[in-house]
């Protein structure tokens, strides 16, 4: 079954999934855990949708790596 990424409530444990899609609910998830900062880029959407098993506790945790590596 496909995953309405619309309207799901995400948590951390959500399982990013081949039906996964970059929707206003998803940036509305990453600026909260995430911060107003939070955009997305082609090389991290690229990285969320590589067939890879992640979860959107996952891909906080990259978004925040990447940016603490632009930091410096």
Request: aromatic content about 12%; overall charge positive; proline content about 1%.
């Amino acid at each position: 079954m496909k995953t309405d990424w619309h309207n799901i409530a995400i948590s951390s444990s959500t399982p990013v999934d081949a039906s996964y899609k970059n929707t206003q609910n998803v940036r509305r998830f990453m600026i909260a855990e995430c911060g107003k900062d939070f955009k997305f880029d082609r090389d991290f959407m690229a990285w969320i949708s590589n067939g890879e098993s992640k979860t959107m506790g996952d891909v906080v945790n990259e978004w925040l790596r990447r940016q603490s590596g632009k930091a410096k």
